[in-house]
């Protein structure tokens, strides 16, 4: 039937062509954006899917809003610009968002003549009458439609198409299957986009339309432009091309965040989760200030500001001690950002190994210094009296000599002592205070000086190390406290060992130290002996950390010296007897 042309508005016209309107409005968006900010993999493809689709529904609505049929036939023909090419689109943009290796180009080009042949079939279909056996007019749904009667060509289109839809689906599925968040949403949103047309074409195909010569695939394609289109604005299906995510960052032990190019949270692995103040399906879409820690936050702002097209990293310190690595680099293409992968990294125990090494650098510094000029000096002492020995034959001066020896080896007797500090207590457990004193004092050169013991208590600390404090202690009121002495002409010190409440004291009667350098005795180098090597105090302060002790020098009774020791843990004792020794 060939009637007049006019035009008629059937329940089918709107939805195709708003779904159509909404597939191109979408596609020269996609295109602008990749104009304006070159967005990434991926966007001219779905650009061009969309416009394929596009162009199909809107010339099936134009073709149900003519009656003629003349223009139903063209309009049917220009269709085929957006039918052809649309399965190998929607293949190609799949492997994309599956992450897949493309096939080869030979490949490509072999799928893509198919498309070509069939777009020249459809035009030349009045010589040979491939596609189509032959094409009417029925009003008997009472609107005027164009019943297409297909041929071999056109079957042999249905094969190639749904070949690709179904390996799609199926690769849509197999992702969907192995991925979480974002990329699971952009998934379910393109199984609905290819899901739906797909059945619509086989009961199509099947002549089980209900209303003879309706497209429904392209009707059903008016369903999936409402889909695609909240896929896009709200799970950016075409601002982010999911690359592998479970294999290349689902199975890092670092925190891994994926924001959009308004710094909103897309995704997180499972590490980057637990740093969210959220879970992750709650924190979708949310600013990363609202769900990240400040630090964080402000480490992503700072690199940010430095280049967007670098990747870049930024330290930042939380809670006071727990010390995280922030590195961040842009999603997209030609070195420009649709969105950032932010990876977080706990670098607390390598800054902790950064602190210690610089610590054993700054001892070997000290080491160095104390090396060469205090050893020197001794050394240049012996040389100069080992000389005078050789021109005199005089004994004195290898007397001389033996005391420089005794000096050096005094030094380097404390420098192996200070090499030790930075080992960890490993034998820790009760002694009596009192029989780690008298083992102390017995290795010191004393001389006339006494000692005193009213402590009683049973201390938790390493036994070698706890010696190694009494002993520096002891040489220490020796070398000092038998120069100017309170008490007249006698040089003996008294020195007296006792107990307080949370800890112990040691005190001798020598002349004390003036308040105004106590703070200063414990920094290595400092002394007031003109023997001295400024590294007793230090190894006493060091020992006494070491046990988490603190230790304070004030003055004892006598005006000497009194170091006290405080927060020592102590253990009942059996023994209540008071060692004295002189």
Known sequence: MHGAPHWQVTPYTIPLGVGAGLF???????????????????????????????LWMGMYAFELSRTDFAAKVVSNQLGYLGIAPLPLL?????????????????????????????????FTNQWHGLIWKDLWLSDQSGYVMLVNEHNVAFLGFIIYAYVLILVALAVLIRTLLHTDGIYRKQTIGLLVGGLVPAV?????????????????????????????????FRHRLFTVVPIAWESAVESMHGAAIVLDGDD?????????????????????????????????????????????????DETVTLDGDNHLLVYTTPLGEDATTTGTLVLVRDITARKEREHQLQRQNERLEEFASVVSHDLRNPLTVARG?????????????????????????????????????????????????????????????????????????????????????FENLFRNSVEHGSTGRQNGDDDHVAIVVGSLDDGFYVEDDGP????????????????????????????????AEAHGWSVTLTSSPSGGARFEFTGVETTPSDDETVETTD
């Open 24 to 54: 191109v409005l979408l596609a020269v968006y996609l295109l602008r954006r990749q104009t304006e900010r070159r967005l990434v993999p991926g966007a001219t493809l779905g650009a061009l899917l969309l416009l394929a689709s596009g």
């Open 90 to 122: 929607w293949f190609a943009y799949v492997i994309r968002h599956a992450g897949l290796e493309p096939l080869p180009r030979e490949a490509w080009a072999a799928l893509g003549t198919v498309p070509v042949a069939i777009v020249a079939l459809v």
């Open 200 to 232: 619509g074409g086989v009961v199509y195909v099947a002549g089980a339309s209900p209303v003879p010569g309706l497209n429904l695939p392209a009707l059903a394609f008016s369903l999936t432009s409402t889909a695609v289109a909240w896929s896009v």
């Open 264 to 312: 909103a949270v897309l995704d997180a692995n499972p590490s980057g989760e637990e740093i969210l103040d959220r879970p992750l399906a709650d924190s979708y879409g949310l600013a990363a200030e609202t769900v990240l820690p400040d630090g964080i936050v402000a480490a992503i702002d700072t690199t940010a500001t430095a280049d967007d097209t670098r990747n870049t």
């Open 385 to 469: 009296y080992l000389e005078l020995a050789a021109e005199t034959g005089d004994d004195e001066y290898f007397h001389r000599v033996e005391d420089a020896h005794d000096r050096m080896e005094a030094i380097i007797e404390d420098l192996l002592t200070l090499a030790r500090q930075g080992e960890t207590l490993t034998d820790v457990s009760p002694v009596s205070l009192s029989t780690v004193v008298f083992e102390a004092w017995d290795g010191v050169a004393v001389a006339d000086a006494t000692l005193d013991v009213h402590a009683d208590i049973v201390v938790v600390a390493d036994r070698s190390r706890l010696r190694q404090l």
């Open 512 to 543: 004390g130290v003036p308040e105004s350098e106590r703070e200063n005795v414990f920094e290595r180098g400092f002394t007031t002996h003109e023997d001295g090597t400024g590294l007793g105090l230090p190894i006493v302060k060091s020992v």
